[in-house]
């Protein structure tokens, strides 16, 4: 971890690499970024097989700002990119409200990509809303990964795969 850590540091700011996520920052930013929030899932499972079930939220190690970020990630870099299954025939909306952050999503789901728009406090939230998750930003982070129970349909729809 020290070397990753060590070779993100030491990066040219304009370092030139590869980014393969929609919204995402320049590549450093990005690399740091993703780095990030996959050590962290993966020590969530790691956890998760020493418990033998998922943890709550209160059981691990991660703050809301950090959860927010990695919320972020997922629905706006990982779902809307053109092989993302996050699909419906009909045009939908879900909004994700973290009610211990300002920031919150809109994620207009129909037949082609998501897309997705980041709130902040003080934007009204939609009326027509199809689906509404809030919660803790640390729950709605482990939910929306796929690190609790989610339904078997939203697991499959927003499985992360590079094929």
């Not at 971890?1 to 995402?24: K, R, Y």
């Not at 209160?58 to 053109?82: K, M, S």
């Not at 409200?97 to 902040?120: F, K, Y």
Request: charged letters at 25%.
């Amino acid at each position: 971890m020290a070397e990753l850590i060590g070779s993100i540091t030491a990066a040219p700011e304009d370092l030139v690499t590869l980014v393969f996520l929609n919204d995402a920052p320049a590549a450093r930013g990005f690399w740091a970024r993703r780095q990030c929030h996959e050590t962290t899932i993966h020590a969530v499972d790691a956890l998760a097989a020493c418990l033998g079930r998922p943890p709550r939220p209160g059981e691990v190690w991660v703050d809301p700002e950090l959860a927010g970020d990695g919320i972020d990630e997922l629905l706006g870099g990982f779902l809307t990119r053109p092989r993302s299954r996050l699909r419906c025939d009909e045009d939908a909306l879900l909004v994700v409200r973290p009610d211990d952050l300002a920031d919150w999503w809109q994620v207009a789901i129909g037949p082609r990509p998501a897309v997705t728009t980041r709130r902040t406090t003080g934007d009204e939230s939609p009326d027509d809303a199809d689906w509404e998750l809030t919660g803790g930003a640390v729950e709605l982070y482990l939910r929306l990964w796929n690190r609790t129970s989610p339904p078997e349909e939203w697991r499959r729809l927003t499985a992360v795969t590079w094929s």
